[in-house]
């Protein structure tokens, strides 16, 4: 295989913006926790983190910021601060992410 025809087709560009996409998130996220102060603002920090990753996660690589939304949301909960949406957006993108692996997989498995 030629690393020329590797950047050949459709699928470079879905995967491109996706990699902007993740970049820009933990850009973000990274900015986000370097700014607290208390463990109020931690936990808040880290609910805003988690809803995040569980938003883009519904869009894009639900199988990566699925689990780190959770992670969040318990770090967040772990601190007294509420933090159900990113937790239950990350169970729908871990669920999603799976029911599409499984599709996927049984239409490979078919042909």
Wanted: net charge positive; aromatic share 8%; glycine share 10%.
């Amino acid at each position: 295989m030629q690393l020329g025809r590797l950047f050949e087709g459709p699928w470079v560009l879905v995967l491109v913006p996706i990699a902007v996409a993740v970049v820009i998130v933990l850009v973000v996220v990274s900015a986000v926790n370097k700014s607290s102060r208390s463990d109020l603002a931690a936990g808040m920090n880290h609910r805003s983190t988690a809803t995040i990753f569980g938003v883009v996660g519904i869009f894009v690589l639900g199988i990566v910021f699925g689990p780190l939304a959770i992670v969040q949301a318990s770090k967040a909960e772990a601190l007294g601060v509420k933090a159900t949406a990113g937790k239950v957006l990350g169970w729908i993108c871990v669920g999603v992410t799976a029911l599409w692996l499984i599709f996927i997989g049984s239409a490979l498995a078919s042909r």
